[in-house]
């Protein structure tokens, strides 16, 4: 696919990661569909971009008909619709057993919905619309790019529901590709390792540094645009189907 072509929807699109993938397809050309929870985020996300090249779209994306009925109407202003990211995503940080006794099913439950369970939801409406798309190169319709996280691998303290959640999104990856390969769409997934976001942003320096020294190499955290890179490559490599990529600089997460 060329980037030009792209006509994406962007889930988590108006901060991070999302906004990241949104900049670089607009840079060459592409159309994107903002899907988030932040409309004043959006509003200047779209100020940026362009309301000629991005809309934002206010989303839950636990919620099927909300989810449905926006990527209809973004199908629509972009004229098209052949790429789907999902950045959507929620920490849920907690302990099984904490200080406050056994973490509330409710935390756990709301963490996997959000991560995994949204990806899902969002993936599916897309791929819904992509089959009607027109064949491209080697009969490719469209693409679809979750994103799960090293703590799908290596979850820590702290992190049952988050690596859970992650788990998922990395299991559902082939099944999917292998399902949706009969109409053309193609199903990746990025497993990010530490990088720069606005909750890191807020820690102490001393933190970040410590953060980033337990990097192998480049000792540092990632950043934003190289996740929105890797997208890029993965929407014009069509032979990428039915994997997860690390994207962490060769860190493994620590127990704590």
């Given amino acids: 696919m060329q980037l030009q072509d792209s006509r994406a929807i962007i889930t988590g699109g108006v901060s991070g990661l999302g906004l990241a993938v949104a900049r670089h397809l607009v840079a060459q050309g592409g159309k994107v569909a903002l899907f988030d929870v932040n409309a004043d985020k959006g509003a200047a996300a779209v100020a940026e971009l362009g309301a000629d090249n991005a809309r934002f779209f206010a989303t839950d994306v636990t919620d099927e008909a909300g989810v449905v009925a926006n990527v209809e109407a973004a199908q629509a202003f972009m004229g098209g619709l052949n790429v789907a990211v999902n950045c959507a995503g929620i920490l849920g ?141 993965i929407l014009g490599n069509t032979y990428l189907n039915g994997e997860t990529i690390r994207l962490d600089g060769a860190t493994r997460l620590a127990p704590k």
């Fill in 93 to 233: 940080a907690g302990r099984v057993l904490g200080k406050e006794g056994a973490m509330p099913l409710s935390q756990f439950q709301a963490t996997v919905l959000v991560n995994l369970v949204g990806s899902f939801n969002v993936a599916k409406a897309a791929a819904a619309r992509m089959q009607g798309n027109a064949e491209g190169v080697d009969g490719e319709r469209g693409v679809i790019i979750n994103t799960a996280s090293v703590a799908a691998y290596e979850g820590q303290i702290g992190q049952a529901a988050y690596s859970a959640s992650k788990g998922g999104v990395v299991g559902m990856t082939l099944p999917m590709a292998r399902e949706l390969a009969r109409f053309g769409i193609r199903v990746m997934t990025i497993a990010p390792g530490v990088f720069w976001t606005p909750m890191v942003d807020g820690m102490p320096e001393s933190v970040q540094q410590s953060l980033a020294a337990s990097i192998p190499f480049p000792s540092r955290l990632g950043k934003a645009e190289e996740y929105a890179s890797l997208v890029a490559y």
